[in-house]
């Protein structure tokens, strides 16, 4: 006789597979605006156990897939900015005024080879252009064209140790004027970090990347919110967990009530 076991396997998986479905609707459909979501604790904690089911099924249903990508055509005058637009204090201001030659990003944490790279450095590696699409949860979206270095060959020359599995990008903006610890940052996992349309990012629209969306150097990581796409990077750090980050959840706006999976 056969053995019944795969097939009822196979049904518990597909009963699993329907439930994370309509989380992740649920997730999308259900985000507000990014200011008025941490003050209400109701939606915050609704948001955060859809989280988990949503992120359930986009790994089920393969996170590898590629977000859309649009024609020079689609691509929008202006890049809208938000959040940061000109991080406060002397130092960047500095290394503004000298076009970055002193600026560096670190690459650190659990890697073999740490590296200190300037902006000359990046710029000489492989490069990707794309046009996609930045959606931010305060409810607009803006097509632009990115190019720069895929995060993954950075991180295939830093060679992840064992243990990796989130990277913490650290930024250059201080997000309250009197707290010098409140700079944002943000992570994702190793597969959104390997991801092939996972940049490090010092052009838009074919032009340097302009202040008010980053300069010298952001993410874009084109299957995630807006709110993951951090800007001003300074240090890329490989990490185990990032429980002893900031606030421990992952992220400036995290720590705030935010999803740490913003996955679109
Ligand atoms: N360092 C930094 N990164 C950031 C932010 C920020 O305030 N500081 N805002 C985030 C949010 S909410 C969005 S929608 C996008 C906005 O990117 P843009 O200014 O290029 O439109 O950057 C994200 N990354
Ligand atoms: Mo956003």
Known sequence: MKNPR?????????????????????????????DALSSNETAVAVLRSAERLSYGAQRALGRRAMAQEFSPADIAPVFRPNGTTMPLGDGYAAMLANGFADWRLTID???AKPLELSLAQLQAMPTRTQVTRHDCVEGWSCIGQWKGVRLSHVLNLAQLKPGAKYVVFHCLDQMEEDDERSLYYGSVDLDDAFHEQTLLAWELNGKPLPVENGAPLRARIERQLGYKQPKYLRRVQ?????????AGKGGYWEDRGYNWYGGI
């Open 238 to 246: 490989v990490v185990a967990g990032f429980g002893d980050i900031g």
């Open 109 to 111: 944490g659990l890697v």
């Open 6 to 34: 795969p097939f009822l396997e196979q049904r518990r998986e597909r009963r699993g597979l329907l439930r994370a479905g309509l989380a992740a609707a649920a997730a999308s459909s259900g985000l507000a605006g990014c």
